[in-house]
């Protein structure tokens, strides 16, 4: 296992080039442009101008190898200075711009990175964490009621788009529910508060429970379906009978046995969700007003800011294809007989 | 058991009617089916017996709740609703269905291809990779930017841009099915029923569809189930975005996101597309639950 | 806490000052914190970094210029003590050279003095060919700016420039700080993220924390130059969400004071303004939203002569079928669905300021569709194989219209879709991505300067009140081609010489009359043509509290243009 992980890991590299160098020839030839919102009264002269500054009208192969400097030499050392204070001579280096706001891509990516693993990561732990028992439930009690609500409603949420259950939980509880109630719940998310009390920590919670309530629905539905299946297929498997035969405790047979059987479809959703924790959720953080990653990669979409939307991505690329290298080696834990070898 | 002497008399049948026995037996599934082709039949047939045209613009009836003269009231130009959802759940369930079904195939052709041949996993695997990083609105753009005229002009501006957007969301989201179903594969490879079946020597080809096959089939149920939804509401998103279908053409998706404003003036209209749209997940969801039960034979029969 | 504490702290100033009772004056900060949302976030506080809206707007609250509009378009003294004219000398009778005097002790926020010299390096600034100056056409024609003293600023042209009020006027081009911008020219201007975020003023706020494309949070100016204003602490500036939401967080939750560009439906807005929290305020500038008609052919079997001026429209050239197109068009409808208070019906491109405003076309105003079939059918464009649609010459009156993706737009294709099949003209409709229909890459075919397209519709206006550079853009030698890279403001291709003479007769023509009589002239011979179809002037629609009091909102400078007036008034 651990030759394989290794090699994997080598395997990245190319992997992870090549999936670079294809993002930025998509981003780069889709037909959008930097000074596309720009109001009408700037002349294309002065544009024209504005695409030279940026470096944006460069052959692609140079525009690519500066992104390939700026990502992998020149940020990694601008964060090393800062974090211990060395002096790796980045002074005067040209670091990775974004378009529209001409400030260091990477800055802008960790400035919001805590509202979107606070706002993003607590919705997917909820929904996990909701989504397990459900799905177990479920299927050891398969068309019971507590089954058949279930799925009603898991499917019901799932078929709601965000644009959609986002604003009616923020016409209940912002607009019918009065301003002094206790139930009642801010609408727009305030990213610059900042938890120092009891007091900022409940602000920070109530903030936080409509759009994580409007994710969670998501995730659930979709991880509690799965867990279901994949449960519904073991359960009626022999090994089933024969610990039940054996005289095993029933609870020792569902969560151990079955469980842990059933979980490689499970797994393999869990891990191919959490780099979208880092993506963040697009229409949610619209919706609320959280700003986190998914704002920052829509506004740069449409913006043309091609350096903003080629580093998110490529993150993105990087966590997808390091959480399915963890799922690959999961698989070999939950089932020993797996072996890559 | 005592029926099954006579069963055995009975002239052979095939398994499939087994499946279909077990299927019908399925309260759910039932219904849900039931409920399924009620939706494709208004959908289909609805437009020959309703005659309004689904852009006709009456600007006196704009904003009109539910009554005879439009059985679901009216939107912001005075268009019909009912008229709007037919037209609209044609789409819709088109978009959903192909997308979904391209998805479903080719997803779980890399998946099995992958999780049972070795010597495929690697090229398979980061391909998934590959595409499950792709950007998918900058993709959308080049795409149409590339193919839009090309289509329009072999298969007119609506069906150009219909096979743009199924082909778009069918290849963009079979990454998660391919995954799934590759895992389970990995473990299925190794249990004894298929060391068996290999011990006696059965080909690849039968291995896969006799014995693999069959036994992922709940994952990609559910991947179907989820993947219908998904297709709705990211055609939906694309319209949103000026992608979709062209602003005069309805959609399920693109008429629940612009009743969404007037969510408070009349919830009605943000009810109907939703139902819709909430209906058809629904059935297609029992409808998968029986149909894996049905094809499950340690269930049948029971 | 932050926030409690300065709402307690003006409760307690209020209380003790009851003279001032309903807010109108006191001392600074007095009404603690004022929350605005914008639901576009700014992306910088430059302005010369960015163009946008957005941007400019934020800015404005610490950024200032030499004189600003106000909410009537007339040109105030801001940081300037007073308007140079021809009559007080301080523009020359040759109309080549402008001088400006400072206010007197002026001081920027970190107590240093603002001088003439601030004004010569924002020149210096924006000029630099290297730094992508979003605002460089406000330096056009401007040869020379020069600090003659600590407070009297020169500025040069290089020809006879009839409105001298361009440079370092209106908040696209306010001053900003020397000392602070000192390295940051031409090349290195995107490495100051610092002072691109934070820039020093002399407006009634300092930026106390900026975060890009989402909030941005001010203080009140101590060394501000009016004693008593501004009258908040602090502001909350938020971006993000959309136009419905951030209505709502104004109209209905009252989360917030201030709410920009809300262009949603009229009935929804009106119904969030009954609730009683909030009022809408609208303000109209320039902007028209018009249909260009493509007087090129964009038939894709051309080639490479697609949609260029060699090759016209098989119909549209006619100008009977444009007219007949116009007055099939109900524009108080247009504007009773898609815009309420923030529209109004106009049959000119050029609908302010009220002394260019033409009313020789106003017979646009109300819908003729039978005098438009009587029209077309005079002029013996019928339909000749029963079809429903129209023939011209054999072809039939097919087009394609096309606009950016915006809901209220949308509806506007579908009725004027309907209007004109009405009258025999068949429209297939196709909405695109703004950032790709504005946005000028030569590799797309769906740009709005390509127009390849019958008919295009947006809003286009100008900045400031002067519409000299406005009303050249449709001289031939604007019309984009792929000869200039398809660049170029003349969409709809029109070309005539008597109109590129008045152009000409234009830049020469000193004296507001006799300006404004050439402009008529021009716009009206631009609404002859029908290649042009203004539609609707559009107005900016905000909403503010009905705690929130001074607004005075201007669509020909930034809306904040006046925040240093604003206060709470009681609840």
Known sequence: MFTFTLRRLILTIPTLLFISFVIFMIVKLSPSDPTGNLPLTIPPEVREQIREALGANDTLLVQYGRWLEQFFWIEPRVYLERSFGWDLGTEGEIRLLSYQTRSPVMDLIMQRMPQTLWVVGVAYLVGIAIALPIGVISAYRQYSVFDQVGTFVSMVGFSVPPFFSGVVVIVIFSVLISTDSMFWLPSVYDTTHQVTDWESFKYQFRQMIMPVMVLALQITAQISRFTRASMLDNLNQDYVRTARAKGVRERTVVLLHVLRNSMIPVVTVIALGIPSIFGGAIITEQVFKVNGLGQLLIIAIQGGDVPTVQTLTFIFAILIVLFNLIADVLYGILDPRIRYD | MTDTPIEIRKPARSQWWDVWDQFRSHTGAFWGMVVFVIIVLAVLLGPFLWHIDPTYIDIRARNQGPSLAHPMGTDQLGRDTFARMMSGGRVSLAVGMTAMLLALVLGTLIGVLAGYFKRLDGPLMRLTDLFLALPLLPLLLVIIMLFREVLSARFGPEGGIFILMVSAIGITSWMQTARIVRGDVLALKEREFVLAARSIGTPNRRMVTRHVLPNVLSPIMVSATLGIATAIITESSLSFLGLGFPPDFPTWGRLLFDSVDYLQQSPARVIWPGMAISMTVLAVNYMGDGLRDALDPRIRGR | ?571
Not at chain 3, 94 to 104: A, H, V
Not at chain 3, 294 to 310: F, K, V
Not at chain 3, 312 to 327: E, K, N, V, W, Y
């Open chain 3, 1 to 571: 806490m932050k926030l409690r504490t300065a709402l307690m702290g003006a409760a307690a100033i209020m209380a003790a000052a009851p003279a001032f009772a309903d807010g109108h004056e006191g001392e600074r900060g007095r009404d603690g914190q004022l929350n605005i949302i914008y639901w576009q976030a700014p992306s910088t506080l430059n302005p010369y970094l960015s163009g946008g809206t957005k941007e400019v707007e934020s800015a404005s609250l610490v950024l200032e210029s030499l004189g600003r509009f106000d909410n009537n378009g007339e040109l105030v003294p801001w940081l300037a003590a007073d308007i140079p004219t021809v009559e007080n000398g301080g523009v020359a009778e040759d109309l080549t050279s402008i001088t400006w005097t400072l206010k007197e002790g002026v001081m920027w926020s970190d107590g240093t003095p603002l001088t003439a010299a601030d004004a010569v390096f924002t020149w210096q600034y924006c000029t630099d060919p290297a730094g992508g100056c979003a605002q460089a056409s406000y330096f056009d024609g401007v040869e020379q700016v020069e600090a003659v003293d600590d407070r009297t600023i020169k500025i040069t042209f290089n020809a006879p420039k009839p409105f001298p009020y361009t440079a370092l006027v209106g908040a696209e081009s306010p001053i900003i700080q020397a000392a602070q911008f000192a390295d940051c020219l031409g090349a290195n201007a995107p490495t100051c993220t610092d002072a691109n975020f934070g820039p020093i003023g002399t407006g009634p706020f300092v930026v106390t924390e900026f975060k890009a494309n989402d909030v941005i949070q001010f203080a009140a100016n101590e060394n501000f130059r009016e004693a008593g204003k501004p009258a908040f602490s602090t502001v909350l500036f938020k971006g993000g969400g959309d136009a419905a939401a951030a209505a709502r967080s104004v109209l209905e939750t009252g989360e917030f004071d201030y709410a920009w560009n809300l262009q949603i439906d009229p009935t929804v807005l009106s119904d969030m303004a009954s609730k009683g929290k909030g009022t809408v305020v609208t303000a109209f500038g320039t902007s028209v939203e018009r249909l260009h008609i493509n007087q090129s052919n964009p038939d894709p079997a051309l080639g490479d002569a697609r949609a260029t001026i060699e090759e016209p429209h098989p119909f549209l050239t006619d100008t009977r079928i444009g007219q007949a197109m116009s007055m099939a068009i109900d524009r108080a409808l247009l504007v009773e669905v898609g815009y309420g208070a923030g529209g109004q019906v106009t049959c000119n491109v050029l609908p302010a300021p009220a002394v260019y405003a033409s009313t020789a076309n106003d017979g646009c105003k109300t819908q003729d569709i039978a005098g438009a079939n009587a029209l077309l059918d005079e002029a013996g464009i019928v339909d000749s194989n029963g079809d429903g649609i129209r023939e011209k010459d054999g072809i039939p009156l097919k087009v394609l219209y096309q606009t950016s993706t915006n809901a209220v737009r949308q509806d506007t294709q579908a009725l004027v879709k309907q209007w004109w099949s009405e009258i025999g003209i068949e429209a297939e409709l196709r909405n695109i991505d703004a950032s790709v229909f504005f946005g000028g890459d030569p590799a797309s075919p769906d740009t709005f300067q390509k127009f390849f397209a019958d008919v295009e519709m947006y809003t286009n206006n100008f900045a400031g009140v002067d519409p000299e550079a406005y009303m050249a853009n449709w001289r031939c030698s604007e019309i984009p081609s792929p000869a200039t890279q398809w660049q170029g403001a003349n969409m709809q291709r029109f070309c005539d010489p008597a109109y590129d003479a008045l152009v000409d007769k234009l830049a020469q023509t000193a004296g507001i009359d006799a300006r404004a009589a050439i402009v008529k002239e021009m716009n009206d011979m631009l609404m002859a043509s029908y290649s042009i179809i203004p539609l609707i002037h559009r107005g900016g629609v905000s909403a503010h509290a009905n705690s929130l009091g001074g607004i005075q909102i201007s669509d020909w400078d930034s809306e904040l243009w006046n925040i240093k007036d604003w206060y709470r008034a009681g609840e």
